[in-house]
């Protein structure tokens, strides 16, 4: 590239051999052992337990997210299916109208996060995932992921709660393990995805006009992302 690279973000961990954290398990920075944990079928996903239907627990429960390795791979291929029959770029252009309405509609400010990054990718998806209301899930799915990863506050999750029988009741029928699969999309798509915007929005005026999204983008992926961990717990 012939700009000036990003800078990484702050918080950054200093990369070098794994460390073990007594008590709690292992950090892993270099690209290499990344790679290793992440490819290893011994390390496994956190598996969450299953929930009464309808809920964030089940949602939880059911999702190839949180899914064990007897689990993880036919649930992971709903997702994938759901996602095939989609065209990035038809996708890629409905989120620039959509983005062409937010602007006209801002006038001289605009809350890049709360109108666009938080808003336009959930729409657009839910949207061609069939949902009934395409902008009322944006809440919705909002809502489920802040209570998504354990540890939520009871109101939090009760929120959640809701928000999981407001999508259901907007997506078109499937078996439950389906639905699930087909809305936990929209979640994963929801928090990451307005950080990559986010972090992207930063550095895109510094940035010279020849330079193409996807280096750009590419680049706060490498240096500044929106997930910075992941967990994975060794199963032998």
Known sequence: MSWPLIAPAPDTPPCGPPVSHPGTGWSVTRHTDVCAVLADPRCAVPSAPEGRPGTLAWLRGTVSRFSGPDRHADR???????LAGLDPA??????????????????DRLDVM???ARR?????????????DPAAAVPAVAAVAAAYHP???PAVIRRADRAVETLLAMAPPAPPEIAANRLGLLVQAC??????????ARYVLAAPEAVPTPDLLGEVLRLYPPVRATRRLATV
Request: charged share 25%.
């Open 76 to 82: 992971r291929a709903i997702g994938v299916a759901a």
């Open 120 to 132: 336009v990718p959930v729409e657009v998806l839910a949207g061609w995932l069939g949902l009934a």
């Open 90 to 107: 038809e996708l890629r252009a409905a989120a620039a109208r959509r983005t062409e309405v937010e602007l006209d509609r801002a006038g």
């Open 114 to 116: 709360a109108r666009l």
């Open 151 to 153: 540890g939520a506050e």
């Open 191 to 200: 928090d990451a995805t307005a950080g990559l915007i986010g972090a992207a």
